[in-house]
């Protein structure tokens, strides 16, 4: 199995304007779940995503892809799992499991 680490790359929410739209991979999205928006795996991906400040890790499901290729987008519930919404944008570490 292979491991991908990214340890600085920046992580942000989806707008809730996408809510009910489709994702890359046919989906419609919803910020209740747990998934995200990311250009370097295939969809369908799970990765591990630690908020590098608290520590804190969340697993989510690849199923869009992002219009920022730095960053990775989080549904809102999988970002407020790591950290405030409020924070806007974190630092994190990815892992694909």
């Given amino acids: 199995m292979k491991i991908f680490l990214f340890l600085t790359i920046i992580a942000s929410f989806y707008h809730t304007k996408f809510e009910g739209k489709k994702t890359a991979n046919g989906e ?3 910020n209740n779940s ?3 928006a990311y250009n370097h ?3 369908g991906s799970i990765l591990e995503i630690t ?4 520590n804190k890790n969340v697993i ?4 869009d892809r ?5 960053r990775i987008d989080l549904s809102q519930k999988a ?15 990815i892992i694909k499991l």
């Fill in 28 to 30: 419609i999205f919803s």
């Fill in 34 to 36: 747990l998934t995200a």
């Fill in 41 to 43: 795996v295939p969809l």
């Fill in 51 to 54: 908020n590098l400040k608290n």
């Fill in 60 to 63: 989510v499901r690849v199923n």
């Fill in 66 to 70: 992002c219009g920022v290729d730095s």
């Fill in 79 to 93: 970002f407020s799992s790591i950290a405030d919404l409020k924070s806007g944008i974190i630092k994190v570490k």
